[in-house]
């Protein structure tokens, strides 16, 4: 069945998310040959909506007001619903971001539809379209259907493949208004903590460390490892919880939940609450000290040693691959 599928872009800093291109790919699939819309909100997002067109979407909807350049519940919420009273999509995908978890649930409640959220793969099956996400911390997989209302969605970031890149695609850009009033939360300034570089949701490598870095100095070789394989720095509670670092790199549980390419464990013991945010990584590297860590019963490979030995051989070794 031919479907309309909104798809929220996000933008940082005047560039898309990675994560934008995702949501094209997952609507695709949720389309079933009908038609991918892109929603960009901001105050001046219309530059973007060719990037969104070359990545699959078929058409761009922008909304572009002062009040929306910084994201709020109300701003942004308002804004969708200009657009999906004009559109009535069939299905919507958002990123399950910081962004996304926040806005899906209250749309979903103002169209008094359901929601599938941090969905890590979607697919056509037997005549549904199947949403997989995993449940109890990582330890199992559910697959979902939607039999009533809008096929809502969001996705975890770096789990669904975007399309390839076409700069010959083209599509129709157009503008909705809408009427942004009674905000109840207005950003006065945004103050950026810990978060140069890669961003850590979408990295495609993290390097992160435990309380085994033993100081804030210790995340220095950690720090130079990303750097080289082009990824973030991340952490476990425990190192936040020591001050060693901020909690905005916590990876768990109660932090962030991430599925590089690549993650490389440094000095982290491996509880359940860490492995909640990273078992799904695609390969795990554990470095430790004790042989008997819980994280090497998740590592693909295991190197038992000393980090701040281990790390900077490492980093040498892949600087000369660099060259
Ligand atoms: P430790 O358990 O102390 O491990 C340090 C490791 O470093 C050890 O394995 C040691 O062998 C190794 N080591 C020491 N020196 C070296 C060296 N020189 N070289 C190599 N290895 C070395 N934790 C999270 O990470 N994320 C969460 O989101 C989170 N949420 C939580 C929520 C709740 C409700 C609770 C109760 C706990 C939560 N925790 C979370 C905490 C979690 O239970 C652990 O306490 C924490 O993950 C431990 O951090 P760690 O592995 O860095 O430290």
Known sequence: MARKVL????????????????????????AEGGEVVAVLIGDSVSGLAQE????????????????????TPDGYSQALMAVIEEEKPEGMIFGHTALGKDLSPKIAAKLQTGLVSDAIHVEEAGGNIVFTRPIYSGKAF???????????????PNNIAPLDK?????????QVSAEIKD???????????????????????????????????????????ADVLGGAVGASRGACDADYCDYSLQIGQTGKVVTPDLYI???????????????????????????????????????????????????????????
């Open 183 to 225: 905000l109840r939360t207005i950003v006065k300034d945004v103050i950026r903590k810990a978060t140069e570089g890669v961003d850590l949701s979408e990295a495609k490598v993290i390097v992160a460390g435990g309380r085994g870095v033993k100081s804030e100095d210790g995340f220095s070789p950690l720090k130079e490892l």
């Open 142 to 156: 559910e697959k979902v259907i939607v039999t009533d209302g809008v096929l809502f969605a969001t996705i975890r």
């Open 52 to 71: 969104m067109i070359q990545y699959g979407a078929d058409r761009v909807i922008t909304v572009e007001d002062e009040k929306l350049a910084a994201y």
């Open 7 to 30: 798809i929220l872009g996000e933008v940082r800093d005047q560039s898309l998310r990675n994560v934008s291109f995702e949501a094209i790919a997952a609507g695709k699939t949720v």
């Open 265 to 323: 464990a440094c000095g982290i013991s491996g509880a359940i609450q860490h492995l909640a945010g990273m078992s799904n990584s695609k390969v795990i590297v554990a470095i430790n000290k004790d042989p008997e860590a819980n994280i090497f019963k998740v590592a693909d490979y295991g190197i038992v040693g000393d980090l701040f030995e281990v790390i900077p051989m490492l980093t040498e070794e892949f600087k000369k691959l660099k060259v």
């Open 166 to 174: 076409d700069d010959s695609r083209s599509g129709d850009v157009s």
